[in-house]
């Protein structure tokens, strides 16, 4: 006879799903003891939960799915059950409301009751899940963004519910005091996607959707868009780099190389210059694999490129620059040593700005805007420059491009 159901939400009955108490006879514990465990069923699968309590066969009651009154310690394992059975009958209930029940949205509500209940907790989840996929940097951005919803409420915890329209207005406001547009629109970003993900779990209902859509007058992001408008060099401005005085600012020499190195690598982002390797050029060419996309690139060794990897030559290290070593050895120890290297490489182009009186503020990636903007203004088109940058798709080259498409447009001007 099967034990006695957990009396669950009358909507969830009808969807076929249901819970009990069992004891599984067929294993043992210690000595004669069965396991006592929490049984759920929807559409025919079963998933089962450990409650850490076990009894004999004789002591447990089916009827009631409790272990019998007059058993010693009875009063103590049913009062678990009890509680349990109650914070079971709480997840269906939200599960059913918020229309998305499920022995797999029960799983995620059960197994992390925390972040089921608190959206600073979750985000916390998502960005562990993130780094556990080697996402590192997407990862501290969840961080970076529910620490900044931390700071708005005052360090407590901020239920689902809580997360409103409202709410996300008031946190724009909180954080203008020392935040970009593109700062708060990046936190944001973040949010959002912690509350989709959390729809899909069950934790919050479509309803509560705090965001803008065609349909919903929610929270907009439109306003946020950042100021920050990267610029590439002038040809003559690049000149300017080429010719850089190494002899009278000696210590600048390793970073104004690195500039050149991804300028004349097509744009080649910091990151996949740090981890280019010595036995990654042969054959004329460097060979590697974009980080972010996992695409092959094959480049060839300029005399210009080819001097510039001359003067790494010396370094005791499997790694084309010092940035790596052997010693930086988890994803995690790369990470940070690559945005260590790359804030001070950052630091000293201000100083490599200053010193050839650029009035444009350098930094690793306006090497990468500087190759595309050149292509461009010599009339190569967008799609080579797309496949030689390695972007996905040509739309995501033509926004890239427009961002600096005035002084093209200035140059043309003079054509007229």
């Not at 089916?62 to 007059?70: C, L, M, N, P, Q």
């Not at 004349?264 to 280019?276: I, S």
Request: charged share 25%; proline share 3%; hydrophobic share 35%.
């Amino acid at each position: 006879m099967a034990s006695a159901s957990i009396p669950l939400n009358t909507h969830a009955k009808a969807q076929g799903f249901s819970a009990r108490f069992v004891c599984l006879t067929g294993k043992t514990v210690q000595g004669n003891l069965h396991p006592i465990r929490l049984q759920l069923i929807h559409n025919g699968k079963i998933k089962r939960y450990s409650t850490k309590e076990a009894c004999t066969r004789e002591q447990w009651d089916e009827s009631t799915g409790r272990v019998k009154g007059r058993v010693k310690g009875a009063p103590q394992t049913n009062m678990i059950l009890n509680s349990l059975e109650s914070r079971v009958c709480g997840i269906v209930d939200g599960l059913v409301v918020n229309k998305c029940l499920s022995l797999e949205t029960f799983e995620a509500r059960y197994r992390k009751p925390k972040a089921s209940e608190d959206v600073l907790a979750f985000m916390r989840e998502l960005e562990l899940g993130f780094i556990a996929e080697d996402r590192l940097s997407y990862g501290r951005t969840f961080r970076t963004a529910a620490a900044a919803l931390s700071r708005y409420n005052d360090g407590k915890p901020v239920p689902f519910a809580d997360l409103t329209t409202k709410k996300l207005e008031g946190l724009e406001k909180f954080l203008r005091a020392d935040c970009t547009n593109g700062g708060i629109a990046s936190y944001m970003r973040c949010l959002r996607v912690a509350v989709n993900t959390a729809i899909k779990e069950g934790l919050m209902s479509a309803e509560q959707y705090p965001f803008e859509t065609n349909r919903n007058k929610g929270y907009s992001m439109a306003r946020l868009k950042s100021r920050f408008n990267p610029r590439s060099l002038t040809e003559q401005h690049m000149d300017m780099v080429k010719a850089f005085p190494h002899g009278d600012h000696p210590h600048l020499s390793d970073t104004v190389r690195i500039f050149l190195f991804s300028y004349y690598a097509r744009g080649m982002n910091f990151r996949d210059v740090a981890y280019l390797k010595k036995a990654d050029v042969y054959d004329g060419r460097i060979h590697y694999r974009r980080r972010k996309t996992n695409d092959a690139f094959s480049i060839p060794v300029s005399d210009t490129l080819a001097e510039i990897i001359e003067a790494f030559a010396a370094t005791d290290t499997p790694y084309l620059f010092p940035i790596l070593d052997t010693k930086h050895r988890s994803e995690r120890q790369q990470y940070d040593r690559i945005q260590k290297c790359m804030k001070r490489v950052n630091k000293e182009l201000k100083e490599v700005a200053a010193v050839l009186g650029l009035d444009v503020p350098l930094t690793t990636y306006v090497a990468r805007h500087t190759f595309a903007t050149t292509l461009k203004r010599k009339g190569v088109g967008i799609d080579v420059i797309s496949e030689s940058m390695g972007h996905e798709n040509v739309s995501t080259t033509r926004a890239y491009l427009k961002r600096f498409g005035s002084e093209v447009l200035d140059e043309a001007d003079k054509l007229l």
